[in-house]
């Protein structure tokens, strides 16, 4: 017999080799009908995996993203399937599951794939879903598998295989096809109850510019239809809410191959929008004890030696500066925290003085590939709203409650009421990956688990997310339409301070290391742009938005008096244009409903003899004819409504 601990910390007792399923089924036949996947001791199984020792058990469903990630993992090979039928020597890359549904790159040789057939590969997936097969897990030996694969001729599965070791590799079968997969995957196919396939790209074999390129299929799947026609809507919501079309219609910013792939241009109105999030924000951080600081954009390759980015990122950043001076080598900067580490070292602390705050916003750079740039969201270079905090051992905890509380605060100002919280720990299986003593990750991880509970968040744990220094807390926020996003980090790193032998001195008079604390409540401040623009669908707050008004004058007649209104609003930071334009007042009013200008002023004769203004709101609302002194005061009372940060 061997012991599984529920969630809920109770204890079963069953034979050695039950299934979570089995599991499932003894407590409810109801909820075993739901379950897709389980956890255990953290590690995601399929629900049929038999159990050999005493283990922690999680059960996924729907509801839980590990569930949705079984679900479309296994909707990925019965894609492949699918493709192996229609398209006989297919040869097949790696078939995720993605945030929502999955791809898979595919070698379809010189046929070209159009959207057009992608109907006809829904068709055969639901026909081999309709048998309601099973997935099979096999151990199997590199010998095996190798053989399997070369009689196939499938030279993207033997590439993967390289870096396998033997007695680590398993096939999945289902119906009459084999993968190569570590799994998880549902019970049967009879629980896919929905396909879509979404869309068509190119994609780089590894992701490298110099291999072959593949044909990426995306698509999405559900357990009801009703699920589909829901999502599907939100994809056409989406579209209309899309900051790359937003951004473009409202002149935030724009791109330029001259200056650079991934490298965001600025628009006036844009940099305006951005100079006022992070005056919010420094304004938030004076108040909290933050000290301003400024680095350059490039560091010498031995700063980044020294902080462990170069080991770790070296492949991903942009080609080193090389200068006259033989052996002397720069970089773009990748990360702002060695900069501040070097900051901190050029003073001696004493324990009283700790904590130490710095916060910049930093630009820095990451050669990202081509075909992964999307947007804002995905770009070469962009400025982090970074703080790096030095504190002793005693503080961590309260000040990383603290930084909590700058977060949650950022979060309401905007608007972004449904968000969890993420404890991204690090792969205890794989441990070769991140920098630190065992002892050190552990007081990490604790500190953050600590504080997220003192301040009762929701939370979900995952292993492997960690960042190669430490442990963090990362925000799962959801937007307008659901879709969840990263947005804030914070982590404890008792590591690069060893690095930099960083120290202050304690009461004792003896030096000793201080812990470091990275934070980034916007986090790429171009990514949560877009996020921001996206969730308001370029509605911001009225004290965010670039421009609060647009003054049309109906004809030339008024043109003199639209730009005195505009002298007195202005007094007040009350901003926008003035539409001069020779058009119908209908097509000046439809132009600033497409700019989403918050208020629209329209003068005429009676305005003009009245001294007053017609205003009206954006999507329609008419607030009549009020005083220029009316309008002040309405603005400006929405505007102070924002919450002050109150540490």
Known sequence: MINITLPDGSIKKVESGTSAMDIAINISEGLARNVLSASINGEVWDANRPILQDASLTLHTWNDQQGKKSFWHSS?????????????????????????????????????LSADEL??????????????????????????????????????????LEDLKDGDITFYTQGNFTDLCKGPHIPSSEKIKAIKLLNIAGAYWKGDENRKQLTRIYGITFPKQKDLKEYLMLLEEAKKRDHRKLGRE??????????????????????????????????????????????PHIGNKELYVCSGHYEKYGDDSFQSIKTPNEGEEFFLKPMNCPHHCEIYKNKQYSYRDLPVRFAEFGTVYRYEQSGELHGLTR??????????????????????????NLVLYIFKALGFENYKAQISLRDTENKEKY???????????????????????????????????????DFMVNDALGREWQLGTIQVDYNLPERFELEYTGADNQKHRPVMIHRAPFGSMERFVAILIEHCGGNFPLWLTPEQIIILP??????????????????????????????????????????????????????????????????????????????????????????????
């Open 119 to 160: 109907p006809k590969i829904e068709n055969k997936m639901k026909e081999l879903i309709s048998n309601k097969v099973t997935f099979q897990r096999k151990n199997i030996s590199k010998e095996e598998a190798i053989a399997y694969f070369t009689n196939k001729g499938d030279e993207y599965k033997l590439e993967l």
């Open 435 to 473: 920098i630190g003593s065992d002892e050190n990750w552990k007081k990490a991880e604790s500190a953050i688990i600590e504080a997220a509970n003192e301040k009762g968040l929701e939370t979900v744990i995952e292993y492997g997310e960690a960042a190669f220094y430490g442990p963090k807390l």
């Open 379 to 404: 770009v070469r270079g962009f400025t982090q709203d970074d703080a790096h905090l030095f504190v002793r051992p005693d503080q961590v905890k309260q000040e990383f409650i603290d930084v909590i």
């Open 250 to 295: 409202m002149e935030l910013f724009t791109f330029s191959q001259k200056v650079g792939q991934g490298l965001p241009l600025w628009l006036p109105k844009g940099a305006q929008l951005r100079e006022k999030l992070e005056n919010f924000l420094k304004k938030a951080q004076i108040d909290a004890g933050y000290l301003p600081v400024i680095t």
């Open 76 to 112: 990925a090979h019965i894609m492949a399937e699918a493709l192996e039928a229609l398209y006989p020597g297919v040869k097949l890359g790696i078939g995720p599951a993605i945030d929502n549904g999955f791809y898979y790159d595919v070698d379809l040789g010189d046929h070209i």
């Open 554 to 647: 109906i004809s030339e007649k008024y043109h003199d008096y639209a730009e005195k209104v505009a002298q007195f609003l202005k007094k007040y930071d009350i901003c926008g244009p003035i539409d001069y334009r020779a058009e119908t007042t209908g097509r000046k009013i439809r132009d600033a409903e497409v700019s989403k200008y918050p208020y629209i002023i329209i003068l005429g004769e009676r305005e003009k003899n009245e001294k007053k203004i017609s205003v009206r709101k954006h999507g329609g609302e008419d607030l009549g004819s009020i005083s220029l002194e009316e309008f002040k005061d309405l603005i400006k009372s929405e505007i102070n409504k924002l919450i002050k940060f109150n540490n």
